[in-house]
Every structure is written in structure tokens, then in C-alpha cells.
């Protein structure tokens, strides 16, 4: 049964070679990016990328969290920031490692600075409906 679950598409790019870009450091051609089919996960924070897919967009590991797993609790590594592309909007986030085989899982937190919202009837992530769906930063 797939009632309400929602997969989306968004394109990764490494944030440190778009600074690098910026900067004048290396040529645009060099940013290492990716598309991913992401699982749409309210109950994850974070943006969460199998190693493989982490190791391929040249992140660093920054530090270790516990987290709360089906399985229990269990450590994993937090690595570099990712701009995250979707539709029309873009952010920048930390990246959460899962074990190779998992699906990648788009967080709250990703949600969140997008303003997107899942709609589990048509299994697809929309903008916000109070605004017409259009990207509204909420400063309150």
C-alpha cells in the first residue's frame, strides 16, 4: 500500500563548491552535484543520504549525533552542508548519514526552509496552501 507515501525529486549540490565557485577557487563544471529520489519522512530532521551518495557529492564529516532509530539508538555521522533544489526553492542543510540500501529521506527540517508541505491525497510535496503556495519565510 503506498497511501500517502511521497517521493520527490531534488538536485544536491556539495555547498563548499559553490563557495569555492564564488570565490574563484575552481570552475563551475567542478561542483560536484546529484539527483536523488528523496522518501518524504516528517518524522526524520534532517536531509539523510546513504555513504555512498554522500561520498559521491565530497562531503566531510563534521561531528556525530545520537539518534533514535526503529532499532533503538544509534550514533551517526553529520557531514557538510548540500544546497538542496526543489521546484523553485533552495536551501542549505547538514546531511545525515544512512547505511548504504536505505532510501534517501527528506527531513523536516528540509521541509521546513522550503515551506513545502506534504499533501499524502495526491503523494506529492506542495507549497504552502495559506499562500497560494508561493515560498512565504515565516519570522514570527
Known sequence: CNMGKIIQKAILENAGDLWAVNEGFIEKEKIRKLEVDFLVDTGAAMICLPIDKIKSLGLKQRHSRDVITASGK???????????????????????????????????????????YPNPNKQILEGNPKYDGKMVMDLL
Open 74 to 116: 544509534v550514533q551517526r555521522f553529520v557531514f557538510d552542508p548540500v544546497q538542496i533544489k526543489i521546484m523553485d526553492r533552495e536551501g542549505i542543510l547538514e546531511v545525515m548519514e544512512l547505511p548504504e540500501g536505505v532510501p534517501p529521506l527528506l527531513g523536516y527540517l528540509a521541509l521546513e526552509s522550503l515551506d513545502l
